[in-house]
């Protein structure tokens, strides 16, 4: 293996923890571990040496530099995570400052921003695992429950939640920014049902009596994060940061 640069990327998820090596527009590696968030933040953060060492044995060199992406922002004062759903990397703030944190159902569980039925709590992906597990005494992945709605009527069930409630949140986003596309990230957006069933049940719930923009899945499936990750070690986005 040449010793030239190549750009890492790592994509810090609540499930799982990715990492993709680039050299120029080659993919060269990618690979993903568990995060087991359960273990704590020291663990983690051996999930995240552990992935790295994998990496670098695989490919036959160790990176310089690592981009690392992950849900939730930089505190600029303190310098820690805010929002991050691998809550093990939080630091207390108090604030919720993104569309999986607006409240859907007042009386629903509780979410560690500290309010109760956010977006978060009721159709991301642990939520509708949990969520089935509870009706049908049994753990699916959430792919599993989207394969099982023909024969399983606590799978449908799930699904149709999901399908609701996706439309209830997202009406919000749309009744202010008024996109041109929506683009569904992290891994609901895997359950295919969401672009055409789900769609249809945005529309009760917005102001305008039509809806016309496309909603689509990303290029690069649930992995687009790391890949961003990756650009950001190459200095892709260094300008619009630093903007």
Not at 54 to 69: D, F, H, L, S
Not at 134 to 163: E, F, N, Y
Not at 164 to 178: E, S, Y
Request: proline letters at 5%; a neutral charge.
């Amino acid at each position: 293996m040449s010793s030239k640069s190549l750009d890492w990327g790592i994509d810090l998820g609540g499930t799982k923890c990715e990492c993709v090596v680039l050299d120029g527009d080659e993919v060269l590696l990618r690979h993903r571990i568990p995060t087991e968030r359960a273990g704590g933040y020291d663990h983690m953060i051996g999930q995240i040496a552990k992935l790295v060492a994998e990496c670098a044995e695989k490919i036959g060199q160790r990176p310089t530099v690592i981009g690392m992406g992950t849900p939730g922002a930089r505190d600029p004062q303190t310098g820690l995570m805010k929002n991050c759903n691998t809550t093990e990397l939080n630091g207390h703030h108090g604030i919720a400052g993104e569309w999986g944190h607006n409240v859907l159902s007042p009386d629903g569980p509780e979410c560690y921003c500290g309010k109760r039925g956010c977006v978060e709590t009721l159709i991301s992906g642990p939520a509708l695992e949990a969520w089935y597990e509870a009706k049908a005494k049994r753990r699916l992945s959430l792919a599993q429950i989207a394969a099982a709605t023909a024969h399983d009527h606590v799978a449908k069930l799930t699904i149709d939640r999901l399908h609701l409630l996706f439309g209830q949140a997202l009406a919000n986003v749309v009744n202010i920014l008024d996109p041109d596309v929506i683009v569904i990230g992290g891994g609901v957006g895997n359950v295919q049902s969401l672009y055409s069933a789900g769609r249809q049940t945005i529309l009760p719930f917005l102001f305008n009596p039509r809806f016309r923009a496309p909603i689509i899945a990303p290029a690069l499936g649930d992995s687009a994060g790391v890949f961003g990750a990756a650009l950001l070690a190459r200095g892709e986005f260094k300008e619009a940061l630093l903007s």
